[in-house]
């Protein structure tokens, strides 16, 4: 088909998605991907059916504007290649998704342009540099996803001016420095920065979040600066290097399901005794810290929790037998796999099977013939010298 005589496109978006698709190893282009429907002969923003797949427009109000482009999604097929600075004149755009593909190199300035953006996805492909400046200029955003890259540096200090923004990912890349107050980003819900090499203490962070992941850093000090999150659902700070107590202002945060603290530093659980109905929080993992003493017998008092992990801490003392009753009412995982715990074993764990209960390496007595006994040794007796009297 020959080009139209009237561009409904504005020439300036067509010459951009040529080199975006130019910019991409015709080699990775199946037969059915979006890139390979884009054939420009016919125009960008007229044309049906197959052509131009992943591309979206706003149409002209007159014929005397140009449509423009203001959305590309692409397909997760694998394109190989780099993202083209020609991305920043596609000045409509309010969305571009290149997830799960292959595009490395770095993240153009250009981006820095699409002050319309609201949406910027670029998950899971092999970017690499740092995050443009440019970024900062997108006061449009609400979105953003630079997750799963080969990405460095700092989080520029200007992102904390986006307040449209209500998702970022920056997760499993190679991010470093310490983490900026954000509390700024007040429409925040959810920050993800997990599995990076941030360090330093938390910091402020916006009072409206709902989840908030941090796992795999080298984060030190305390969780104090989380106390005033109200309205966090899921907290995941393990795998770093905070110490001191998972303490009252953490359990006092009703709204939380599910809370991470494994793998830390910590060495006190202080947890709030609850009447009625209690928090919301189903899940605590607090696996792999260096908690010390009884069993925290207020952790009854958390009617909704059905899965436990303590497992890999210095607990000592009994099994109270408070948890062998909560077995019976709505626990359904409990680890407490190497402490040093001792005594005999509550009723219910020597009688229940369809509960998962871990009790492995420790100094308790659990004779073979009880099922739960069966399923890993204890510790030997020169590891429990000292434990059996606490």
Same mark, same amino acid.
């Given at each position: 088909m020959a080009p139209q005589s009237h561009s409904l496109t504005l020439k300036d978006d067509i010459n951009s998605l040529i080199e975006i698709k130019r910019a991409i190893d015709p080699n990775s282009l199946s037969q059915s991907s979006y890139l390979n429907s884009w054939n420009f002969s016919v125009d960008p923003c007229e044309c049906t059916g197959t052509e131009f797949l992943g591309i979206l427009c706003n149409l002209p109000l007159d014929n005397n504007t140009s449509s423009r482009v203001t959305a590309i999604d692409l397909d997760t097929i694998g394109y190989e290649g780099f993202l083209t600075p020609a991305i920043g004149n596609l000045t409509e755009l309010t969305v571009l998704n290149l997830n799960s593909n292959k595009f490395r190199g770095p993240l153009p300035e250009t981006l820095g342009n699409l002050?319309?953006?609201?949406?910027?996805?670029?998950?899971?492909?092999?970017?690499?540099?740092?995050? %443009?400046?440019?970024?900062?200029?997108?006061?449009?955003?609400?979105?953003?996803?630079?997750?799963?890259?080969?990405?460095?540096?700092?989080?520029?200090?200007?992102?904390?001016?986006?307040?449209?923004?209500?998702?970022?990912?920056?997760?499993?890349?190679?991010?470093?420095?310490?983490?900026?107050?954000?509390?700024?980003?007040?429409?925040?819900?959810t920050l993800d920065l997990s599995s990076n090499q941030f360090y330093g203490n938390l910091p402020v962070l916006p009072v409206r979040l709902q989840r908030l992941y941090f796992g795999h850093n080298i984060l030190s000090g305390h969780m104090t600066p989380l106390k005033g999150l109200t309205h966090l659902k899921w907290l995941d700070v393990s795998d770093n290097r905070l110490s001191g107590a998972i303490n009252k202002d953490i359990f006092s945060l009703h709204g939380i399901v599910h809370l991470n603290v494994s793998y830390n530093r910590f060495t006190t659980i202080d947890l709030v005794k609850y009447l009625g109905a209690g928090p919301m929080l189903r899940v605590l993992e607090a696996q792999g810290n260096q908690l010390?003493?009884?069993? %925290?017998?207020?952790?009854?008092?958390?009617?909704?929790?059905?899965?436990?992990?303590?497992?890999?801490?210095?607990?000592?003392?009994?099994? %109270?037998?408070?948890?062998?009753?909560?077995?019976?009412?709505?626990?359904?995982?409990?680890?407490?796999?190497?402490?040093?715990?001792?005594?005999?074993? %509550?009723?219910?764990?020597?009688?229940?099977?369809?509960?998962?209960?871990?009790?492995?390496?420790?100094?308790?007595?659990?004779?073979?013939?009880?099922?739960?006994?069966r399923r890993g040794e204890q510790r030997p007796a020169n590891e429990c010298a000292g434990q059996r009297n606490l």
């Open positions: 002050r319309k953006l609201t949406r910027l996805t670029i998950q899971s492909n092999f970017f690499t540099g740092s995050i %443009p400046q440019g970024i900062n200029n997108l006061k449009n955003l609400q979105y953003l996803d630079l997750s799963g890259n080969r990405l460095s540096g700092k989080i520029p200090d200007g992102i904390t001016g986006l307040r449209s923004l209500t998702y970022i990912s920056l997760s499993k890349n190679g991010f470093a420095g310490r983490i900026p107050d954000l509390s700024g980003l007040w429409q925040l819900a010390k003493g009884h069993l %925290p017998l207020n952790l009854v008092t958390y009617k909704n929790l059905t899965s436990i992990n303590l497992a890999y801490n210095q607990f000592y003392g009994r099994i %109270p037998d408070e948890y062998g009753e909560m077995l019976e009412v709505s626990w359904r995982w409990l680890n407490l796999d190497f402490n040093f715990l001792t005594g005999s074993l %509550p009723w219910e764990f020597r009688h229940r099977t369809r509960v998962s209960v871990g009790i492995s390496n420790n100094c308790l007595e659990c004779p073979k013939r009880i099922a739960i006994c």
